[in-house]
């Protein structure tokens, strides 16, 4: 309780003290929806996170803009994301940053894009989720694009030209990243020498390793998540096979697969915007700020989510939004403010154009004795 | 009128001027804009919850059977809305929102209704705990199948694929297998949802007052001493069960068409249980009890929003006091006091009301 009235004391002079200083501040009210209870609260909870470091470093900074953020959750269901977006909207938000999972994303997206309000998604991958609606943006890679940033980065590192796909033939993720890979891969020069499938129930994977090995494969590209990708790890070890393994962001987790030896990961690469050991003196700011304030590590989904707050102040700014613009105003602004601003998060340098998708370079780490490292 | 007769009468008048009584002023908030976003948005979906609620309570607390696969039913309703109504505007370039809304509403319940017979047969000859359980893995089957299940219009034909998608290259998918349906144009309306519920309440209140309501219940409070009379179980059975699926599918539609998207995990045994404690905590057999139940517990978290990490917690403990409440003998005493004058109005003689139990 003390606890708490000290908190609430130091709220207030901390309030006090901010507008004493900062008079001429703009408020804006960004409204933060995700699943902060029920299955997915763990990416949730990520983005929630993310967005407060954000509002905390851009308000202790004392610019132009003030930020309060509103947070409602979603439970991960499209029932209620309708609900938290509409609490959000009573609360006076301006502009929404989320909402964190997909699905959700589709239903509110659509419900903002014939209300006319602004949606930023920090990490909603799917291409539902932009598809048919002007006002919806993201920070990361659709799904698909992954395959494509993918094929790319292996191209421009020349990382080899022989590559193996193995895939899920049973998942959307999975087939979606695999046809932009082999799509944009063909386009490049890379050489597909040979591509399995496999599928949610499969748990030996001796002939899709075998086939990729017999061909002479130098890369094995995983588009998957990462229980099946620990599978196919083993049993390359197993055969002695030792080619580069690339996958995308399903992947990041295999470190904390249980019964997993580690080891076994060491050398894999895998395609992914954020590094929470990066030497990056911005990253490793918010991954000190993230620690000191939540105790824990920050994963990918905050990074994308402290990256998008800064993303929508930087389109408020060239957009002219104040206090008083309604969140119907601001869309039609925001909207087109989005294509002409370029932002350097820690996730990377991002510009979008109408279809609501990010372009930003794609970044992939390697797994080096237990951590991710850039290279 | 009998003292019977007219009980029936007063309740049946009430649960209609209830309803139609909160239309009304709901009506009236929303021209006037008095009414806050968040609450106008959870409106269809409450329609829905409550002819869930009013339905499964048709099976569980007048025909007496447990089944926790309502949710199924409700699932089917909403992809037959999303299927028909995208195929009306493909093949047919139908533009009237609410004639496409009643269709794909009826075509929902009709769907939900043959599989309701369907699972009727070899379910209904079950009992208790076995029922149950069937019905739970019917529910859970139901979701499984859509999970792989894969339909697209092309040049206003449907194509329907199973497992595998194969569809003509110029498809518009309308269910996309895990993803559910996709890019339903919302055209639910709170008015069509009222509508549907008072023809939910004709249909419910007026089945369990006729003969075969009585039939019904017969079966339920003593199987073999209704059988022994000559009616037949399994026949009233099935008709409280398909009426109640038709009822759900037709919520489904509803539900369905409200949003953008359907995905086969908001349909889980969770959602069935959902409605089940609806049903048992707005009273076994009794319908206004649902309605009321199936309002309050879905603006509920919604009213909670404010108490942020601690709202489900809350939540539980709300439905826990509710629960304790409302069957404390002592509690329920003070409320018939409280209540005493105004039943008073409508008997001369208040020891008609003291004695009678309604249909619980």
Redesign the interface.
């Known amino acids: 309780m003390k606890k708490l009235i000290a908190l609430a004391l130091a709220l207030v002079l901390a309030l006090t003290v901010c507008s004493a200083f900062a008079e001429e501040a703009i408020t804006l009210k960004i409204a933060h929806i995700g699943p ?2 029920g299955p997915a609260a763990l990416y949730g909870i990520a983005t929630s996170r993310g967005a407060q470091i954000a509002v905390d470093e851009i308000n202790a900074a004392g610019g132009k803009y003030r930020i309060e953020l509103i ?3 979603d439970e991960h ?4 994301v ?2 938290a ?3 959000a ?2 609360a006076g938000a301006q502009m929404i940053i989320g909402t964190t999972t997909s ?1 959700p994303c ?2 509110a997206g ?2 903002g894009y ?1 209300d006319r309000v602004f949606f930023l998604t920090p990490s909603a991958s ?1 291409t ?1 989720v932009i598809e ?1 609606k002007d006002n919806v943006f993201q920070v990361c890679f659709t799904d698909p694009n992954q395959g494509a940033a993918s094929a790319q980065y292996i191209a421009e590192n020349k990382l080899g030209t022989k590559v193996a796909v193995i895939y899920n033939n049973a998942d ?1 993720y999975s087939t979606g990243i695999r046809d932009t890979f082999v799509e944009k891969g063909a386009e490049l020069g890379l050489e597909i020498v040979s591509e399995e499938t496999f599928t949610d129930e499969t748990t030996d994977f001796t002939v899709q390793v075998g086939k990729a090995q017999e061909a002479g494969a130098e890369i094995v590209f995983l588009p998957m998540y990462y229980t099946p990708a620990s599978l196919i790890l083993k049993t390359a070890a197993d055969k002695n096979y030792k080619p580069i393994f690339f996958g995308v962001d399903g992947m990041d987790g295999i470190l904390s697969v249980e019964g997993f030896d580690t080891s076994l990961a060491e050398g894999v690469m895998l395609l992914t915007p954020f590094v929470a050991t990066s030497e990056d003196p911005k990253v490793a700011n918010f991954v000190k700020l993230y620690q000191d304030k939540f105790g824990e590590t920050p994963i990918q989904f905050a990074a994308d989510s402290y990256d998008g707050i800064y993303i929508l102040v930087a389109a408020a700014e060239k957009a002219g939004i104040t206090a008083e613009t309604t969140p119907e105003e601001a869309c039609e602004l925001l909207i087109a403010a989005m294509k002409e601003i370029k932002v350097d998060g820690i996730t990377g340098s991002m510009t979008w154009d109408e279809s609501g998708a990010v372009t930003k370079t794609p970044m992939a780490a390697t797994i080096e004795n237990g951590v991710y490292v850039f290279k | 009128m009998t003292k019977a007769k007219r009980k029936r009468l007063i309740y049946n008048l009430v649960t209609f001027g209830l309803v139609i009584g909160a239309f009304i002023i709901l009506e009236n908030m929303i021209a006037a804009k008095a009414i ?3 609450l ?3 409106l269809v ?1 409450i329609c829905a919850w409550i002819i869930m609620a009013v339905s499964l309570n048709l099976v569980i607390g007048f025909s007496g059977e447990l089944s926790l696969g309502h949710a199924g039913f409700m699932s089917i309703g909403a992809y037959t809305g999303a299927v028909v109504s995208g195929w009306l505007v493909a093949a047919f370039d139908m533009q009237d929102p609410i004639l496409r809304l009643v269709l794909t509403i009826l075509a929902g319940g009709i769907l939900a209704g043959i599989f309701g017979v369907l699972i009727g047969i070899p379910v209904l000859r079950l009992r208790g705990d076995y029922l149950a359980i069937v019905t739970l893995a019917f529910g859970e089957i139901i979701r499984n199948l859509v999970n792989v299940l894969y339909i697209g219009t092309a040049d206003g034909n449907l194509h329907f694929a199973f497992l595998n998608k194969e569809m003509p290259a110029n498809v518009t998918m309308l269910v996309d ?4 349906a ?2 339903i144009k ?1 055209i639910s309306t709170f008015e069509v949802g009222f509508v549907l519920i008072l023809i939910t309440l004709l249909v419910v209140l007026n089945l369990v007052n006729s003969r075969a309501g009585r039939a019904i219940q017969a079966t339920r409070d003593n199987r073999i001493a209704a059988e022994s009379m000559g009616v037949s179980v399994t026949k009233y059975k099935m008709m409280a069960f398909v009426t109640a699926a038709v009822l759900a599918g037709m919520a489904g539609a509803l ?1 369905g068409l409200n ?5 086969p995990t ?1 349909f889980t045994f969770n959602q069935s249980i959902n409605v089940l404690v609806f049903v048992v905590l707005g009273g076994l057999g009794n319908v206004l009890g649902s309605i009321i139940s199936a309002t309050f517990l879905t603006v509920l ?2 009213v909670l ?1 404010e108490f ?2 601690y ?2 917690l809350v939540y539980a403990v709300v439905l826990i006091l509710v629960m304790i409440f409302t069957n404390n003998p002592t509690t329920r005493a003070i409320a018939d006091r409280l209540f005493a004058p105004v039943k008073k109005l409508f008997h001369k003689d208040r020891r008609e009301t003291a004695g009678g139990g309604d249909v619980k």
């Open positions: 902060l209870t947070d409602e959750d269901n499209v029932e209620k309708i609900n977006y509409n609490a909207l009573d699905k589709e239903a659509a419900q014939t799917s539902a048919d959307v | 806050s976003r968040s106008k948005g959870q979906p297998g895990a993803k559910g996709v890019k919302p539900y949003s953008s998207t359907v995905v908001q978290p919604e929003r942020a990490d709202r489900m």
